[in-house]
């Protein structure tokens, strides 16, 4: 029997599974086979390349069922997303397989699975790569499975190399997890997106035997569409326009959780409920996720707008359109997100609208998980040693100066070198020494910065879409596929390459009526600043709110003009005047009293902005309006909380707050914030001063 040949007992099992699957005619084809019989050898090691709907889930839930006919242990699938988990669970279950998920939603149902493991009445264990790199999750399991398991499944595997374009620490632990093993054990990596270099990282990882699938990666449903020239506000007021063009229901990408709610509030606007839309992002709750999928999925929605938190794995075959509102750095993230398009049907839109500031976006991509050897060193200094007691992240934030999204990131990078190891009750040296090297990271940026180059390619059309996106992945069966923007020389029909002037207006107006929050910080960051737990009732501000969030395209002029008028002493912008006094109309209906005094604090970030603001509200609510004199400067920049609360609780004490009567109400006027501390330090201080109450208005939260 040849590598690419099946016994005729394995045949039957698979024609039952792949019937279940994919209908009454459906049989695995020639490369699925020859996939599933090196699979259920033992000691196998496999790494399959293919599109997006090649059916490569097919293949592991076939050698699945042929290896627990033989008696074989279940099989373990490492899966990226939750999404992706509910998908598997759903497929394996129709395929005939018991299938169970341990994962952060179902911690009720932890010990009822293990308890099922222990009874052999699993044959599907899905878990995520964060949970497996979990000490005391993975000892469990690897007491319990590791000389039993039938087979281990990496999916979406190009995760596991740093060189692919979705490094994950946490992924990079599968391979210390694999060499703990029985080395009988088979295992598969399966991707739709590994360039050859991806490739051979992995299967090195897997072993020296490992046998790599490639098949060609060009998706002939997809009819790729680059809409350049387009800025923040013309890019939304042209999907206002087009969405009702679309076909079908999709995805629209943005980068952040505020653009996909800009996104929302003006097709809502625009459209209500003729084409509804929602926002899917990493702040929503797991059953929130759960519910918006699948009404994407049964398209009661036209579109989710989604961050990456949608991306690998989520199946919904007659997707119609994937749309873009600024690109990914990486052609091969790009390649990925677009191929959840056009998986069942013979056609189906992908557009792309690139922004101005998409370079920035992709330089920072290109470092942002490259650790820095300062850093490190710094966090390995306030690192307790294999001795000493395990210590939580907001302490190392403290005493190391980083924020905490470095430390998380390093934290995972170093355990997975063995550098640092999380305890139950916290984080603790191993004893082990850090090297830094050098040129691993050098060419990784490198290669980043390339894939940056190809984007660049790209949205500048200068090659067939198709062609471009498969080369970027080694496909060396790429060729022109005569159906994208370029191929065809231009827009699909009916399309427009530029937004119309009224819609833009619109556009504008809505966005600048939203209602922006702020958040009163809860609790005191400790370290150098000196107070610990949470902020007392007697301290603290009220729920506040914002004019200009981050970046805000329906602000981007004013916000010019304000910076014009700080270097120049000119008047505060009318718009923004008028936009502090519709705040407060909408806001005063929530006040527990009205204020009798407006404070104006100038952090140094826009000077002068919040004087003229203040004293313009002042003079239209008849109120008195001070200063705040505290002697200026620049407050650190990309602080941690601890410093930044140290800098401003240093700088705005009860000695320095404008002379007030005792229970005063006080509308604080902050000029900008990034940290949230100027204006909590703030509001201490006032309150300490005798305020009974204060109501901060921030009049650009920058991020």
């Not at 008696?71 to 998908?87: A, I, N, Y």
């Not at 918006?292 to 999925?297: A, M, S």
């Not at 090297?437 to 067939?464: F, K, N, P, W």
Request: with cysteine; charged share 20%.
């Amino acid at each position: 029997m040849s590598s690419a040949e099946l016994s005729p007992q394995d045949e039957a099992i698979a024609t039952r599974v792949i019937t279940t699957l994919a209908g009454p005619h459906a049989q695995l084809r020639e490369d699925q086979q020859e996939a599933v019989a090196a699979l259920v050898r033992p000691a196998a090691r496999v790494v399959v390349v293919q599109a997006t709907g090649w059916g490569k889930s097919a293949v592991y839930w076939v050698a699945t069922a042929i290896l627990r006919s033989r008696g074989s242990g279940p099989t373990l699938v490492v899966s990226p997303l939750l999404s992706l988990m509910r998908d598997q669970v759903g497929a394996a279950e129709r395929a005939g397989l018991r299938s169970a998920t341990i994962n952060s939603a179902n911690r009720d149902d932890w010990d009822a699975v293990w308890s099922s493991l222990s009874a052999d009445q699993v044959d599907v264990l899905l878990v995520s790569p964060e949970r497996l790199a979990d000490p005391g999750f993975g000892a469990q399991m690897l007491s319990l499975l590791a000389g039993r398991l039938g087979m281990v499944v990496i999916d979406e595997a190009h995760a596991v190399s740093d060189w692919g374009h979705d490094f994950r620490p946490d992924y990079r632990r599968v391979a210390q997890v694999l060499g703990r093993l029985n080395p009988q054990t088979p295992v598969l990596a399966t991707t739709a997106t590994a360039n050859a270099r991806v490739s051979a990282d992995v299967a090195a990882q897997l072993g020296n035997s490992t046998l790599v699938q490639r098949g060609p990666l060009a998706r002939t449903s997809l009819e790729l569409v680059v809409v350049p020239g387009l800025d923040p506000l013309g890019r939304l007021a042209w999907l206002v326009q087009h969405l009702p063009l679309l076909p079908g229901s999709g995805i629209i990408y943005v980068l952040t959780k505020e653009e996909a709610d800009r996104a929302v509030s003006v097709v809502r606007d625009a459209h209500g409920d003729r084409y509804p839309v929602a926002a899917y992002t990493g702040a929503l709750e797991s059953a929130e996720r759960v519910r918006l999928e699948e009404d994407l999925r049964a398209n009661k929605l036209t579109a989710l707008v989604a961050t990456s938190a949608l991306g690998m794995g989520y199946d919904k075959p007659d997707l119609g359109f994937v749309v873009h509102l600024g690109s990914p750095p990486s052609p091969v993230s790009y390649y990925q997100q677009v191929g959840r398009a056009g998986r069942a049907i013979d056609h189906a839109v992908v557009a792309l609208l690139p922004a101005d500031g998409d370079e920035a976006i992709w330089e920072y991509f290109a470092t942002a998980t490259i650790p820095v050897p300062e850093q490190v060193e710094r966090l390995l200094k306030a690192m307790p040693g294999p001795r000493d007691s395990p210590v939580g992240v907001v302490r190392l934030e403290a005493e190391s100066g980083l924020r905490r999204s470095k430390v998380d990131l390093l934290l995972r990078q170093l355990a997975v070198e063995d550098v640092v190891v999380r305890r139950p009750e916290g984080w603790q040296s191993t004893g082990r020494r850090w090297v830094y090297d050098a040129d691993h990271y050098t060419q990784l940026a490198q290669v980043r910065r390339g894939e940056a180059q190809i984007m660049r390619r790209y949205v500048r059309g200068e090659s067939c879409l198709m062609a471009l996106l498969q080369d970027s992945l080694d496909d060396r069966s790429a060729q022109p596929c005569g159906r994208c923007s370029v191929c065809r020389g231009g827009l699909p029909a009916g399309w427009s390459g530029s937004a119309e002037a009224p819609t833009v207006s619109r556009v504008r107006q809505v966005l600048r009526s939203r209602v922006h929050r702020w958040e009163p910080r809860k609790m005191w960051p400790g370290g150098s600043c000196g107070r610990r737990g949470r902020i007392p009732e007697r301290s603290a501000v009220v729920e506040g709110r914002v004019l200009i969030h981050a970046d805000a395209p329906e602000w981007t002029v004013v916000l010019r003009e304000c910076r014009v008028a700080a270097a120049t002493a000119a008047a505060v912008p009318e718009e923004l005047l008028a936009a502090a006094v519709t705040a407060l109309s909408q806001w005063r209906h929530e006040w527990p009293a009205r204020p009798g005094l407006v404070v104006a604090l100038d952090t140094g970030r826009l000077p002068g902005v919040a004087a003229g603001v203040a004293e313009h509200l002042g003079q239209v609510g008849r109120l008195p309006v001070m200063s705040w004199q505290w002697g200026g400067g620049v407050a650190p920049v990309q602080a941690t909380s601890a410093v930044s609360a140290s800098w401003w609780s240093d700088r705005l004490g009860v000695d320095t707050v404008p002379k007030m009567a005792p229970g005063e109400v006080v509308l604080l006027v902050v000029d900008a914030s990034a940290t949230g501390w100027s204006v909590t330090m703030a509001g201490a201080a006032l309150r300490a001063a005798g305020a009974a109450v204060v109501l901060p208005l921030v009049i650009h939260r920058q991020v």
